[in-house]
């Protein structure tokens, strides 16, 4: 649900080629109440976490935040958003809980014990959006795809060594290799390599290559992985995991362009490009002591981020449509069952687009078989205990959107779409019934 309580000012302007800028005003976030009252935050990267671990961009000290509680994001039309992370005590605007609610100048939110001000800034931000709802295998149209297509477009036309940061199944390895094909190297070798799967005995002959006789079981010369991908790119998944004595060997690569075989007396010369990607903190692996500072600033010469499915929900059609295209090659698409793609939608999707492309899958195979709860929910002990957080007003009415939001899907889906036929099994009228499908943003089928 998400809760409307103003807006920062927002401009979109039509660029060239179709291509966007999104013009946002700058905020900052400036505590007011609770331990670190003075604390102030200039939302500039987005997302902007809120929360009292360490890699939050804004880190607070009180006791009653969750470590991961809030994340202030962009939110179309409106400007930014914030968002609860599952947090113990959520955000309370206006003495209400919300989960989801527009930013407006001078707000108050409260996490927990502490109240943060939204405070604007005459300084403005400009977002570069791509005309494109795809680059390469990425699919999706939303403000956080086109705003990543923007700069991957940019960085195919390098060879700057490029970190792609991101939870597992976001598509950091789809990226890395739209970016190779978009690229002058695209005739090249695109090498991938996952920095965690080999044992860290094997791990330097993999990248590196070796001589014969260079140690046990070499019994013969062997080309690494760098060579492999001369003329190319090599891309290095899960970078966080790799053994913290291979990595100097990794940095005279970067700075030198050049490698040495195990068991060679002589360097040479490779014209590779790098992308590397991690489901980790690497400023946090590194104050551990596991991964090395010097690296870090030589692979991180770049950055991108990719957006989890839950923070792009609106991609999940479109997702399902070309995930459906792509698995039935030469013949139609098949159609699922009606109420799964809102369902879909609703998912948290924890595995990301992964999970997604195998959920399609299944489906395709036994469409019957839905990944969630089709019956019409009824109250656990959970949603009354999450819903008595707000008045009894409030919660009446969160409680009877639900319920009316999966019991249109449940009868939209037994009449197959057909709203003449399912306002008559709900007893209602079809005026009446045309009315929740709107409201929910639901799709009714033509009779």
């Known amino acids: 649900m998400t809760e409307s309580f103003g807006r920062m000012a927002t401009a979109v302007v039509a660029g060239e080629s179709g291509a966007q800028k999104l013009v946002l005003e700058k905020a900052r976030l400036k505590v007011v109440a609770g331990p670190d009252k003075g604390k102030e935050l200039t939302i500039e990267a987005l997302p902007c976490h809120i929360g009292t671990h360490e890699d939050n961009d804004l880190q607070l000290s009180d006791p009653t935040v969750s470590a991961h509680h809030a994340a202030?994001?962009?939110?179309?039309?409106?400007?930014?958003?914030?968002?609860?992370?599952?947090?113990?005590?959520?955000?309370?605007?206006?003495?209400?809980?919300?989960?989801?609610?527009?930013?407006?100048?001078?707000?108050?939110?409260?996490?927990?014990a502490t109240e943060i001000k939204v405070i604007p800034s005459k300084e403005r931000r400009e977002v570069q959006l791509s005309a494109r709802?795809?680059?390469?295998?990425?699919?999706?149209?939303?403000?956080?795809?086109?705003?990543?297509?923007?700069?991957?477009?940019?960085?195919?036309?390098?060879?700057?060594?490029?970190?792609?940061?991101?939870?597992?199944?976001?598509?950091?390895?789809l990226a890395a290799e739209s970016v190779h094909a978009a690229s002058r190297r695209s005739a090249g070798p695109f090498v991938v390599f996952d920095c965690?799967?080999?044992?860290?005995?094997?791990?330097?002959?993999?990248?590196?290559?070796?001589?014969?006789?260079?140690?046990?079981?070499?019994?013969?010369?062997?080309?690494?992985?760098?060579?492999?991908?001369?003329?190319?790119?090599?891309?290095?998944?899960?970078?966080?995991?790799?053994?913290?004595?291979?990595?100097?060997?990794?940095?005279?690569?970067?700075?030198?362009?050049?490698?040495?075989?195990?068991?060679?007396?002589?360097?040479?010369?490779?014209?590779?490009?790098?992308?590397?990607?991690?489901?980790?903190?690497?400023?946090?692996e590194t104050r551990a002591g596991r991964f090395r500072e010097?690296?870090?600033?030589?692979?991180?010469?770049?950055?991108?981020?990719?957006?989890?499915?839950?923070?792009?929900?609106?991609?999940?059609?479109?997702?399902?449509?070309?995930?459906?295209?792509?698995?039935?090659?030469?013949?139609?698409?098949?159609?699922?069952?009606?109420?799964?793609?809102?369902?879909?939608?609703?998912?948290?999707?924890?595995?990301?687009?992964?999970?997604?492309?195998?959920v399609v899958e299944r489906l395709i195979a036994m469409p019957e078989s839905l990944p969630f709860e089709k019956e019409v929910p009824l109250a656990s002990t959970g949603d009354v205990t999450q819903l008595s957080a707000h008045p009894l007003p409030e919660a009446r009415r969160r409680a009877m959107e639900s319920f009316e939001r999966a019991y249109v899907i449940e009868v939209l889906g037994r009449c197959n779409g057909n709203v003449t036929r399912a306002a008559q099994d709900a007893g209602v009228s079809r005026q009446f019934?045309?009315?929740?499908?709107?409201?929910?943003r639901l799709r009714g089928g033509d009779e």
């Not at 930014?80 to 108050?108: C, E, H, K, Q, W």
């Not at 390469?136 to 490029?162: H, N, P, Q």
């Not at 700075?255 to 590397?276: F, L, N, P």
């Not at 295209?325 to 595995?351: I, K, V």
């Open 72 to 112: 202030v994001d962009l939110g179309m039309p409106h400007g930014f958003r914030i968002r609860d992370l599952g947090s113990t005590n959520g955000i309370v605007i206006d003495r209400y809980r919300v989960y989801d609610a527009v930013l407006a100048p001078g707000m108050l939110i409260r996490l927990g």
């Open 294 to 358: 010097d690296l870090l600033y030589r692979l991180a010469v770049v950055r991108v981020r990719m957006p989890p499915l839950r923070e792009r929900r609106e991609d999940i059609p479109m997702l399902v449509e070309s995930l459906l295209e792509r698995m039935s090659p030469g013949r139609p698409a098949p159609a699922l069952p009606y109420g799964t793609l809102e369902l879909l939608t609703a998912h948290s999707w924890p595995g990301n687009v992964r999970e997604l492309r195998n």
């Open 433 to 440: 019934l045309t009315r929740l499908i709107a409201r929910y």
């Open 196 to 284: 965690g799967a080999a044992p860290p005995t094997l791990l330097e002959a993999e990248l590196f290559g070796n001589e014969r006789g260079a140690f046990t079981g070499a019994v013969t010369a062997r080309a690494g992985l760098f060579e492999e991908a001369d003329g190319g790119t090599i891309f290095l998944d899960e970078i966080g995991e790799l053994d913290l004595q291979l990595q100097p060997k990794l940095l005279r690569v970067l700075e030198r362009r050049e490698v040495r075989r195990i068991g060679a007396s002589k360097t040479q010369q490779v014209d590779v490009r790098v992308i590397a990607a991690t489901n980790r903190s690497i400023e946090a």
């Open 133 to 173: 709802d795809h680059f390469g295998s990425l699919v999706g149209a939303s403000v956080k795809m086109r705003e990543l297509y923007a700069t991957l477009e940019r960085l195919a036309g390098t060879d700057s060594t490029l970190l792609i940061e991101g939870e597992t199944g976001t598509g950091k390895e």
